[in-house]
C-alpha cells in the first residue's frame, strides 16, 4: 500500500510563497500520477494540479495557473507544490493524492490513496 506524507504548510500573509512536499513510499504501477487537492471549510475537495511521474506531463486549474507550480524529483519519490502570489481564498487543507495508470490526470474519481493534508492559511 503507497503511503503518502505531506509537508510544508503554514500560516503566510497574502502575496507570500510557500511550498508543499508530498513524499510517496514507492512508486507503481499504482502510483502513476500525483495530485494536490484542496478544501476549504464548507466547500468541496477540488483538484488543483496533477503531475505524471514518467514524462512530467502537468495540470493545473485555471484559479492556480501562472501561481502554483506543480513539479517532481523522482529520486526522491516527492512531489511539490510551489504556490506563489498566495490569496486568502487559497486558504484550504492541502491533499496529496496518487492515481494509475487508467484516466487522465484530470480524472479526480481515479485517485485512491490520500496523505492526511497540511493546513494552508493564507491571511489578508
Known amino acids: 500500500q503507497v503511503q503518502l506524507v505531506e509537508s510544508g504548510g503554514g500560516l503566510v500573509q497574502a502575496g507570500g510563497s510557500l511550498r508543499l512536499s508530498c513524499a510517496v513510499s514507492e512508486r507503481t504501477s499504482s502510483s502513476y500520477a500525483m495530485a494536490w487537492f484542496r478544501q476549504a471549510p464548507g466547500k468541496e475537495r477540488t483538484l488543483v494540479a496533477a503531475i505524471n511521474w514518467n514524462n512530467g506531463n502537468t495540470y493545473h486549474a485555471d484559479s492556480v495557473k501562472g501561481r502554483f507550480t506543480i513539479s517532481r524529483d523522482n529520486a526522491k519519490n516527492t512531489v511539490y507544490l510551489q504556490m506563489n502570489s498566495l490569496k486568502p481564498e487559497d486558504t484550504a487543507v492541502y491533499y496529496c493524492?496518487?492515481?494509475?495508470?487508467?484516466?487522465?490526470?484530470?480524472?479526480?474519481?481515479?485517485?485512491?490513496?490520500w496523505g492526511q493534508g497540511t493546513q494552508v492559511t493564507v491571511s489578508s
Open positions: 493524492a496518487t492515481k494509475g495508470l487508467l484516466g487522465s490526470l484530470v480524472a479526480v474519481h481515479r485517485y485512491h490513496t
